[in-house]
């Protein structure tokens, strides 16, 4: 039984209802870029990944972060919840992992839920960028707001963590990470998401 899942547009429609700001819809749009691209790709080697469910859940997988900002709370768990009550069940388990995967998500196949993961690590604002730039610009960011030293640590571990997934999902593709940017900007030159 296939699950309910949103058109871009509902999409587009549900950021704009819960005043996502236009700066996290941008980056919203960038991984889904990436998350598609690397699904397509992995498909074609063998993954059976549901694209409209990973075009759903990169665009909804931030829906509720100001608010979770706002409240410190923990916005994969409360965009979850979100997408439950909407009745969006599949969407909101893969947003729920979109920050750090449950235990366990590290054998074949690769699931929805690492591709959101992974592709949301690759976009900064709404620029693709690698793992080393991402992490340096997190560690950056969380020891100007003070954060404590255990919470540097879990950003440290869940580095470790994606570069595995990074392994993973490029071991069955024929271009490295570092070509994702180039294979972006031709693929979304021919075929756009507005």
Known sequence: MRCKVPSIDQCYRLLKGYHVPDHIVQHSKTVCKVAVLLAEELN???????????QAA???HDITKMEGLNRGQDHAKTGKELLLTLGFQRIGEIVAEHIKLQEGRNSPPLSEEEIINYSDKRVMHTKPVTLAER????RKRYRVKGMDKNAIQQILA???EIYDLEK?????LDFTPRKLSD??????SEKHIS
Do not use: M, S, T, V
């Not at 074609?44 to 990973?54: A, M, S, T, W």
């Not at 294979?183 to 979304?188: A, G, S, T, Y």
């Open 168 to 172: 993973r999902i490029f071991a069955k």
């Open 158 to 160: 869940l580095e470790y």
């Open 44 to 54: 074609k080697q063998g993954e059976n990944l549901c694209i409209p469910e990973i």
């Open 135 to 138: 992490f340096a610009d997190l």
């Open 58 to 60: 990169a665009f909804l």
């Open 183 to 188: 294979l972006l900007e031709r693929k979304w």
